[in-house]
């Protein structure tokens, strides 16, 4: 072998990796035009079905005079109850295990393994675990406002959870050492000092938590929301409908002016998520820490 030559061995693992990183980018490819046509499909149909009359109006057999107005503040409701559950639940458990819990004991270990399990459950189990307990069992709050959020709660909790966990473990441990060291108590450093370093991170991940659970359609459907609702929730024990559950309703209909409506309703839920989403990363660029 000639002195700067390429042992067989390395020319084979590089065209290896070579290939390989073709096939990602392939696939990357695929995904990005699928989605654009998806994308573009629904937009082109949908744009022509909104107008401020589909926003403030309830729906109705008549496709001339429907609207989303009620899917669009059941949605706002069982978002705010979501949000209400997940965010003091799911940051004091993110807490608990990171700041408190003993690793070496067997209940935190067993907390720590289900809450990952948890975080890949079907949504439709949730559906069924919120029938059962929060519906019809002990709870008995009924198909209500309430029952929605909290399964929904309970769907998106784990997410939260883990995007809590690595946000606190993203702080480095000197600044605790350094607030302990000042004579700071531990529930001081963890209020002043943990906690603010990752609000970015928690935030990004409850609005990334609400932003699935905005799209989930089979635990509302186990839980009792109706598809077809003209009026606005008026508390948390009031029926409700949602944008997914409004979408499904009118594409289940055989006219074609459904079809438009149940695109003006998928852009009009895609705007929210683009919305959520966007808060997201803002809040991450405006008040992440560089350590």
């Known amino acids: 072998m000639s002195v700067g030559a390429i042992p067989p ?12 990183r073709g096939l ?11 989605l654009g046509v998806l994308f573009y499909t629904v937009v082109s149909d949908g744009v022509g079905g909104l107008s401020w009359g589909f926003l403030t109006s309830f729906a109705s057999f008549d496709p001339e005079i ?18 209400f559950f997940i965010v003091p639940l799911g940051v004091a458990t993110a807490l608990y295990l990171e700041e408190y819990a003993d690793g070496t004991k067997w209940f935190n270990r067993f907390v720590e393994v289900n809450i990952q399990n948890l975080a890949a459950v079907p949504s439709i189990v949730y559906g069924i675990l919120g029938l059962a307990f929060l519906v019809r069992g002990p709870l008995e709050l009924g198909r209500s406002v309430l029952a929605g959020g909290l399964t929904l709660g309970l769907l998106v909790l784990p997410v939260v959870i883990i995007a809590a966990r690595e946000a606190i473990r993203a702080v480095p441990s000197s600044i605790r050492e350094g607030s302990l060291a000042l004579g700071a108590t531990q529930w001081q450093t963890i209020w002043r000092q ?17 932003s699935r659970a905005i799209g989930e359609t089979a635990p509302l459907i186990l839980v009792g929301a109706a598809s077809f609702v003209a009026f606005n929730p008026t508390g948390l024990d009031s029926g409700f409908t949602a944008l997914p559950l409004q979408i499904f309703e009118w594409l289940s209909r055989p006219q074609d002016e459904f079809k438009v409506l149940a695109a003006a309703a998928i852009v009009v839920l895609l705007v929210m998520l683009l919305a959520m989403n966007s808060v997201a990363i803002w809040l991450r660029n405006r008040f992440e820490r560089r350590w």
Request: hydrophobic share 60%.
């Open 194 to 210: 943990v906690l603010p370093a990752a609000v970015p991170g928690i935030a990004t991940g409850v609005i990334l938590a609400l």
């Open 66 to 83: 429907a609207g989303a107005e009620a899917a669009i503040t059941g949605t706002l409701w069982l978002m705010g109850v979501c949000a």
């Open 9 to 20: 061995a390395s020319r084979g693992r590089r065209a290896k990796d070579v290939g390989f």
């Open 24 to 34: 990602l980018l392939t696939a990357l490819s695929l995904s990005v035009v699928m």
